[in-house]
């Protein structure tokens, strides 16, 4: 079976610009989440949706949102990017709302000059 | 912010030795999970013991929980230089939002 899959790989882009980063769980889950790893930390909890209703927010500004579609992939979006939203972005899906084992795709590696 | 952190910051052993890390936390919690990343990749859950559990294994693999403490330690043993990778400890709240929070993670080198 596959594995958790994000796009793009890699983004690179200029302050005050707009991303969306996308995300397909694994078939049969209906849970994700997204994570922010800043370079030499661990992640940070952004957001969690499962059955296409938000169900966690970590402590992002407004500027971060999401949403899930009824196939359960997701998009994260970034509005007027400032350089510190450089970070590696991780998905992670799992089958129910409760946090047991995530299975994390492979991250989106975004950089705002 | 993080949960927690983890101890040491860096390990560098030789490969057949064993490796523990540490891990504290601050909150009650519903389970302890531990992720290795390779080279800031994606993450890859390795092991979860839950709130009453003090012991789990998995392989090389042998976690230990101490909720008084609110500590967890991970051993590796028989490292190979696979293992070279950093390690996270992760929590999942006993109440409140459905998220992991993540430990600042160790980075472990084997030495072949």
């Known amino acids: 079976d596959a594995g958790v899959t994000q796009s793009p790989t890699h983004l690179i882009k200029t302050r005050g610009q707009h991303v969306t980063l996308r995300c397909s769980p694994i078939?049969?889950?209906?849970?994700v989440s997204w994570y922010q790893q800043v370079l030499g930390q661990g992640p940070q909890f952004i957001f969690q949706y499962y059955e296409k209703e938000e169900r966690g927010r970590g402590n992002f500004p407004d500027r971060f949102s999401a949403r899930q579609f009824p196939n359960y992939s997701s998009e994260l979006n970034v509005n007027a990017l400032l350089l510190g939203d450089s970070a590696l972005y991780l998905c992670a899906s799992s089958w129910g709302q409760r946090i047991d084992t995530q299975y994390f795709g492979p991250g989106t590696r975004l950089t705002v000059l | 912010s993080q949960q927690g952190e983890e101890d040491p910051q860096a390990l560098s052993i030789q490969e057949g030795e064993n490796a523990t890390m540490n891990c504290s936390y601050k909150t009650s919690i519903n389970n302890l999970q531990w992720y290795r990343q390779n080279s800031g990749r994606g993450l890859v859950h390795l092991i979860l013991?839950?709130?009453?559990?003090r012991e789990k294994h998995s392989g090389r693999l042998r976690v230990t929980l101490d909720t008084s403490k609110k500590s967890s330690s991970l051993l590796i043993t028989a490292s190979r230089a696979a293992d070279t990778a950093s390690y996270f400890c992760a929590t999942a709240p006993l109440l409140g939002n459905e998220k992991l929070t993540f430990g600042t993670g160790t980075r472990l080198t084997i030495i072949p």
């Open positions: 078939s049969g889950h209906k849970s």
């Open positions: 013991i839950r709130s009453n559990e």
